[in-house]
């Protein structure tokens, strides 16, 4: 039974993983750096320093914990972009050095990749299928037709939904990360019809044509909204602010997937059983999960989402879309690059 080793360090989560062909997670090890709380946001040189004190430490507790050592392995997969190009560095090096050590064959992975296809290490999920990528660098719509190959049906023309929690979560005073902040926030808004009204929020794109997002204007009233406001910011204003911006992402995330869901289902009617998958960090918010979900079902498609833990970066994915580029005969050679971009669409694959 073939087994993978998955490295990620594209941001600010150091990760290891192992993983089986048949689906099996032996180990899945992730530290998510606290460095980054007192800035509101990832430091670069940071990440990459942290990511370098404690990778090491991570593969030989990994190896300990599914009781393996390097030659039961089959392969070494790795992050190899896109992200940020220091914490990169760390990950592609040190892969490198293991494969070279002990004679393993080599697999960069694309991270978006790795999300895109972390479903199908949890589930049955056959191409091709509706790819709703969201993170707090990306947030993308495609047709995943397999591996190696996706179709893009639209993108942000600014700036990534993620980026905007994090944005709301600064002016509100919510702290890093943004998301889990603002969602936590949003709970405790105990009237929804007040928020709305009290602090009404753009939705831009909707109800145009294309599959295409923006976040930028959204970010540009919260801040409006928030330099209105005392200093000191009532909780309960802060709440309703935080239910309305979900309530506003909700709005677009579902417009831009309705348009990308009918061209899906036109240009794949052989199609039996089409899905929609939600995968990224953003994809963890169990309100957006709810509203996608309920949109999936308007449409009579599968609605799929990896489970919460798999949906922030983590290493369990970049082993398991190693595994199936391994299983292909897709393979590196050592002299391959560490990249801070690399659109998913650009990848070469077997579908």
């Given at each position: 039974m073939k087994k993978i080793m998955g490295i990620e360090t594209s941001c600010d989560e150091t990760?290891?993983?192992?993983?089986?062909?048949?689906?099996?997670?032996?180990?899945?090890?992730?530290?998510?750096?606290?460095?980054h709380i007192a800035f509101g946001g990832v430091v670069p040189e940071v990440a990459a320093r942290a990511h370098l004190n404690h990778i090491d430490v991570m593969i030989v507790e990994a190896l300990k914990k599914a009781r393996l050592i390097f030659s039961e392995l089959d392969a070494i997969a790795v992050t190899a972009g896109p992200g940020l190009i220091g914490g990169v560095l760390v990950g592609v090096m040190t892969a490198k050095a293991i494969a070279a050590v002990h004679d393993l064959p080599l697999i960069a992975v694309n991270h978006l990749e790795g999300h895109a296809l972390t479903v199908r290490l949890t589930e049955d999920v056959p191409f091709p299928y509706l790819l709703l990528l969201v993170s707090g660098g990306h947030c993308q719509l495609l047709i995943a037709e397999g591996v190696g190959k996706y179709k893009r049906l639209g993108t942000t023309l600014d700036d990534a939904v993620g980026e905007a929690f994090d944005k709301t979560a600064r002016l509100l005073g919510l702290g890093y990360p943004g998301g889990p902040a603002v969602e936590m926030m949003a709970k405790n808004c105990d009237d929804s019809d007040r928020a709305l009204k009290k602090f009404p929020l753009p939705s831009p794109m909707v109800g145009r044509e294309g599959c295409d997002f923006s976040f930028s204007g959204l970010k540009t009233s919260v801040k409006r909204i928030v330099d209105k406001l005392p200093e000191?910011?009532?909780?309960?204003?802060?709440?309703?602010?935080?239910?309305?911006?979900?309530?506003?992402?909700?709005?677009?995330?579902?417009?831009?997937?309705?348009?990308?869901?009918?061209?899906?289902?036109?240009?794949?009617?052989?199609?039996?059983?089409?899905?929609?998958?939600?995968?990224?960090?953003?994809?963890?918010?169990?309100?957006?999960?709810?509203?996608?979900?309920?949109?999936?079902?308007?449409?009579?498609?599968?609605?799929?989402?990896?489970?919460?833990?798999?949906?922030?970066?983590n290493a369990a994915m970049i082993a398991w879309a190693g595994m199936e580029r391994f299983l292909l005969g897709m393979t590196d050679p050592p002299s391959f690059p560490a990249t801070p971009r690399w659109p998913l669409e650009s990848l070469v694959g077997q579908g």
């Open positions: 990760a290891v993983a192992i993983v089986t062909e048949e689906k099996e997670l032996l180990v899945n090890l992730i530290l998510s750096q606290q460095e000191k910011i009532d909780p309960r204003d802060a709440a309703d602010i935080c239910y309305s911006f979900q309530n506003s992402v909700a709005k677009i995330l579902n417009d831009r997937t309705g348009n990308a869901i009918r061209q899906y289902l036109s240009l794949h009617p052989e199609q039996k059983s089409p899905s929609l998958v939600v995968a990224g960090g953003v994809a963890a918010n169990k309100m957006l999960r709810n509203s996608l979900e309920s949109l999936s079902a308007e449409y009579n498609i599968s609605f799929i989402a990896p489970p919460l833990s798999l949906c922030t970066d």
